[in-house]
């Protein structure tokens, strides 16, 4: 699967932005999705995931009750409505994809269990 996520800018905070991020190659239900970010000098962490069918989602600590993920496996789409933003939130954000087996799901934190990475979307929050 091929993923390009894309909708990111430059905003104020307090602001709010979409981000998506579009699966192509192969049928996104076939993948538990996540969001990760990277800023400057530090490295890659996670921000938010969703399984497969869209059930379950998680979020870090640092964005709970500000973002929201969701998928549309229609339109092979995932979503991240970030509001409230932060100029801490400033970073390149990333799509990925696990495939979604019957052992597959329980590390949708780390980046190694991940299989397939978009290109990255600039955020960038000023304050």
């Known amino acids: 699967v091929q993923l390009q996520a894309f909708g990111g800018g430059l905003v104020q905070a307090g602001d709010s932005l979409r981000l998506s991020c579009a699966a192509s190659g192969r049928a996104l239900i076939n993948y538990h999705m996540g969001w990760f970010r990277q800023a400057p000098g530090k490295e890659r962490e996670f921000v938010a995931a969703i399984s497969w069918g869209g059930g379950n989602t998680y979020y870090a600590n640092s964005v709970k009750g500000r973002f929201t993920i969701s998928r549309d496996n229609a339109k092979n789409t995932m979503y991240l409505q970030m509001n409230s933003l932060k100029p801490e939130d400033t970073a390149v954000y990333y799509c990925?994809?696990?495939?979604?087996?019957?052992?597959?799901?329980?590390?949708?934190?780390?980046?190694?269990?991940?299989?397939?990475w978009g290109q990255g979307t600039q955020v960038t929050v000023s304050s």
């Open positions: 990925a994809a696990e495939v979604a087996t019957l052992d597959s799901g329980s590390y949708y934190y780390t980046k190694d269990a991940y299989d397939f």
